[in-house]
């Protein structure tokens, strides 16, 4: 028995998931379930994509993702299941879902799913629900042993999947560009594209104060220079501060306080962040 981990955009104010748990321990009451998290923004196949990248690879070989964010049930993209270079499974709709596991984490395999041997039995008629009935079913077989990966269906090209568009950061001189890629939904941090290693070509280190810029596509939203930090910790309550994220990414926040709401900051491609070694002039006195 290998670990069956479930993301949706379902929510648990209904029984959706618990459907879902439903199926797939009808496959094995032996298996072991546990939720990514179910409370991404509805259609929101970025987000599902960036979680996927956050979680995945803590997770031993063998373990199975389902990830159902599912704008396009019911149409002709495709069903699918891949393998990571560090050896777990996800299976999930192939709509860009895998767009961070692919670029940064790297797939060795990839198979479409066979509807019909891996779908739930009597649910050929439903259309609406794929997340039951073929993604949950699919992953307890695969995660319980009852199929191979070979057995999911048949082969594909990785180069096939399908990819969101991404916009790469950018070192130009005395700054460095990016996106705001995702929250940290629960404390409003702002997580960036930017690495890193892109950061410390800046030559900052800890303790450096950093001139940072927010921008859309229409307006410029924040502006301020800000201490590059270590920890939270090194900052006062309600100071804003730049650190380094769990994913080795830069990262804004304000300590005990969310950026994001304080500033009306929102995330994806069209907004952008600048980060620059703030003037001399002003601290190194």
């Known amino acids: 028995m290998n670990p069956l981990i479930i993301q949706s955009d379902f929510g648990t104010a209904d029984g959706a998931v618990s459907a879902m748990y439903g199926v797939a321990y009808s496959v094995s009451g032996e298996l072991k379930i546990f939720n990514l998290t179910h409370d ?10 960036y979680r996927l990248i956050q979680t995945v690879s803590y997770w031993p070989q063998g373990s199975v993702f389902v990830s159902v964010v599912d704008p396009g049930v019911g149409s002709t993209r495709r069903s699918i299941a891949v393998e990571t270079v560090t050896g777990q499974y996800i299976i999930t709709p192939d709509n860009g879902t895998l767009t961070h596991i692919k670029r940064l984490l790297g797939v060795k395999g990839a198979r479409i799913i066979d509807e019909h041997t891996n779908r739930l039995p009597n649910s050929g008629e439903s259309y609406t629900f794929h997340g039951r009935d073929i993604y949950a079913y699919t992953g307890a077989r695969l995660a319980s ?43 409003g941090s702002l997580w960036t594209n930017i690495t890193r290693e892109m950061l410390l ?33 090194d900052v006062y309550v309600g100071e804003p501060l730049v650190y380094i994220n769990s994913l080795d990414c830069l990262a804004v ?9 304080a500033y009306n900051i929102g995330t994806g491609n069209k907004w952008h962040i600048t980060a620059r070694k703030a003037p001399r002039i002003i601290y190194d006195e």
């Open 145 to 187: 042993g009852t199929i191979s990966f070979e057995q999911v269906g048949p082969q594909v090209e990785v180069d096939s999947i399908v990819e969101l568009p991404v916009v790469e950061p950018v070192l130009d001189g005395e700054k460095v560009s990016g996106t705001i890629d995702v929250l940290d939904v629960r404390f």
């Open 253 to 261: 926040a304000i300590n005990q306080g969310s950026f994001a709401k």
């Open 201 to 233: 070509k800046l030559g900052v280190k800890h303790g450096s104060r950093l001139e940072i810029t927010i921008e859309n596509e229409t307006r410029t939203l924040y502006k301020n220079i800000m201490v590059y930090a270590k920890s939270f910790a």
């Open 40 to 49: 991404i923004p509805q259609y929101d196949i970025w987000e599902a994509s």
